[in-house]
Every structure is written in structure tokens, then in C-alpha cells.
């Protein structure tokens, strides 16, 4: 599990921002996995997973806290989070600012509608070729459908781990685009969901903030990032010992 942190940008928020935009611009095909424990976790339990973690064409950025705190046990420096949300915002905004074309798969149907007024009003120069709801459509009818369209911006909203293994069961039949799973980012930016409040997010604290609004998280946060940090640990000092 230590070595998808070969995979992890450890710049800067902004130098990220600067980074996918310029891909998204020339049409350089990337995939991002946005990641928490949670996710590196997927990636030990599902060997479809723990590929796409680790093919280097894949680039990982840390989303949550944990990710960011653990990566000294892999000997990495990161300059800090990189949010999944505020990604998809960044790459809405270079989308609209360069007129690019871009596709969204999941989420609810009322989330969907909320979210195309939004970019109608701020985002307005981005061209929406593909808005399709994750309850009342089929996997494979929307690929073929955004296979032949080519979209520069895929936004996959349907949780982890199904979007990242859809994308990257898929992503060797599209030349361009930039794809990333996003999970609830749609729900927070529709306004739908409340992102956690500022406090919360400077604290790196949105973890908490997410099991207070949804206390059954509780398990799965627990689970996940409990067996994050021993997991890696004891990988390090096995490391350290070869
Ligand atoms: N979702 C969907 N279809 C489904 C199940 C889930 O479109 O069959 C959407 C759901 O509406 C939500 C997102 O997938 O917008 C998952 O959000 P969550 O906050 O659970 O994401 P995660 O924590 O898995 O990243």
C-alpha cells in the first residue's frame, strides 16, 4: 500500500491547479484518484483497485488529512491537501475560461439540475455534452455514449470504488480527457450538501464534520483510517529493515 504514494502530487494546491489545468487545455489524457484512507484501503482489499493505484499513469492526490499525515512514513513531503471538491471547482472554472467540453455521470437527478443552472451562471463558457444521473442509467450505455462524444472533462460521481474501476476499465478507449471520480463533490456544490464549515476545513477537520451530519459514517471512518496508519507504519519499518 506504500507505494501508491509513488503516485502522489506533492506540490502545492495551486501548482496542482496549474498542472491538470494545463493537461485539460492540450488535450493530455489523466486520471486522478482523489484520495483518503479510505481509498488506499479500497486499494489493499481490491486487486482491480491496487492496479489503478499503482499504474503510473495514474496521479493520486491527497483529498484527506490522513493521506497527508502518513506520507512521512513513505518518506514523502507533501505541500498539503489537495481537495477533491475544490478540484472539480478549478477544473470548471479552466473549462469554462477555454470553452471545453465536459461530461458528468452520477449523482441524482435534482442534483444534476441544480448543478447545470449553477455552471449556466458561473461557468457559463463550459459546454455540457453529457449529464447523466448514477440511478437511471446503465454503466456501459453512458461510456459508449461519452466514448463517441470525447468529452475534455469526465466528472464520475457514483462513490468509491465503482468510479475509479469504471474509469480505468474504460479510459484506454479515449484519446484526451481529464477523469475524475468525485464522489459527493456534486451533492456539496449543487448545495445540496453543506461542505464543512470554514473552521472545520482549516482545522482539517472535515472528517469530523461529516460524521457529525452522518454519525453512520462512524464505523466505516474508524475502520478505514485506524487500519490506514498501522498498515502503513508497519510497512515502513519493513521497508526499513530490507
Ligand atoms: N450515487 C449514484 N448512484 C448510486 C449510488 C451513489 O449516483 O447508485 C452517488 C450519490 O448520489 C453520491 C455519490 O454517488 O452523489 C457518492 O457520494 P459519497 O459521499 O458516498 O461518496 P464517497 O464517500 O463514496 O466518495
Not at 43 to 67: A, K, M, Q, Y
Not at 90 to 108: C, I, M, P, T
Not at 131 to 137: A, E, K, P, S
Request: net charge positive; proline share 3%; charged share 30%.
Amino acid at each position: 500500500m506504500i507505494e501508491y504514494y509513488n503516485n502522489l502530487y506533492c506540490g502545492s494546491k495551486d501548482e496542482f491547479f496549474e498542472f491538470i489545468g494545463e493537461r485539460a487545455v492540450k488535450g493530455e489524457k489523466t486520471f486522478v484518484v482523489t484520495a483518503n484512507p479510505e481509498t488506499f484501503m479500497h486499494g489493499s482489499r481490491n486487486e482491480g483497485f491496487d492496479r489503478l493505484l499503482r499504474d503510473e499513469g495514474t496521479v493520486i492526490t491527497p483529498d484527506g488529512i490522513g493521506i497527508v499525515k502518513a506520507a512521512k512514513w513513505a518518506g514523502k513531503t507533501t505541500a498539503g491537501r489537495v481537495t477533491g471538491v475544490e478540484t472539480v471547482e478549478e477544473l470548471l472554472r479552466v473549462g469554462s475560461e477555454h470553452g471545453l467540453s465536459a461530461y458528468f455521470y452520477g449523482s441524482k437527478p435534482e442534483v444534476l439540475e441544480k448543478l447545470k443552472a449553477q455552471i449556466d451562471e458561473k461557468y457559463s463558457g463550459l459546454n455540457i455534452i453529457g449529464l447523466r444521473d448514477g440511478y437511471n442509467n446503465k454503466d456501459d450505455e453512458v461510456f459508449a455514449d461519452m466514448k463517441a462524444k470525447k468529452p475534455d472533462l469526465v466528472f464520475v460521481a457514483l462513490g468509491i470504488p465503482r468510479q475509479e474501476i469504471l474509469i480505468y476499465k474504460n479510459l484506454a478507449d479515449f484519446d484526451k480527457g481529464i477523469f475524475l471520480g468525485i464522489g459527493g463533490s456534486l451533492d456539496v456544490l449543487s448545495g445540496t450538501k453543506k461542505r464543512a464549515p470554514g473552521l472545520f476545513i482549516k482545522l482539517n477537520c472535515e472528517w469530523l464534520y461529516r460524521i457529525m451530519c452522518e454519525p453512520k459514517r462512524i464505523g466505516r471512518f474508524y475502520n478505514n483510517n485506524v487500519k490506514f496508519f498501522n498498515r502503513i507504519k508497519k510497512e515502513a519499518k519493513k521497508n526499513e529493515k530490507n
